[in-house]
């Protein structure tokens, strides 16, 4: 790979390598913590219509992050191997989805200052897919 073909390509790494900590991050402290995790979504969502599925929910927010992170990281290497940041492209689609997944949650739970936290990640991973996107026309 060329200096150069890095060089253009720093945002999408810095970005990249951030969603991997977070992602990687927050899903290990939900598989490290399952127990806690639980016990307080539980009572966070005691009063919604999605009470009773705390626990699938929780597992499949976890290994959404989970996959998002190690995806993105993965994508990384990917890029400094072959030039390519499809990878990173596929992971901030995932990140995306596993973001706008915890924004219904909060929403529906009323909890709409933790909604709005999300939203510059999600704005991160809007331009992280601008930025790796392959679809794109030059």
Excluded: C
């Excluded at 966070?44 to 992050?65: D, G, N, Q, Y």
């Excluded at 940041?85 to 739970?109: C, D, E, N, P, W």
Aim: net charge neutral.
């Amino acid at each position: 790979m060329q200096f150069e073909e890095l060089g253009k390509n720093i945002p999408a790494l810095f970005s990249a390598l951030l969603v991997s900590i977070l992602f990687i991050q927050s899903g290990l402290d939900k598989v490290f913590d399952w127990k806690g995790n639980l016990e307080w979504l539980t009572g966070h969502f005691s009063k919604t219509f999605l009470r009773a599925m705390v626990s699938p929910m929780l597992a499949t927010i976890t290994l959404m992050e989970i996959a998002t992170g190690f995806l993105s990281a993965v994508g990384i290497v990917y890029f400094l191997i072959a030039g390519s940041t499809v990878l990173i492209f596929y992971a901030s689609i995932l990140g995306a989805a596993s973001i706008v997944a915890l924004f219904f949650g909060q929403r529906v739970a009323k909890d709409y200052a933790g909604a709005a936290v999300l939203i510059p990640y999600l704005i991160l991973l809007i331009i992280l897919m601008y930025l790796t996107n392959p679809f794109q026309k030059n």
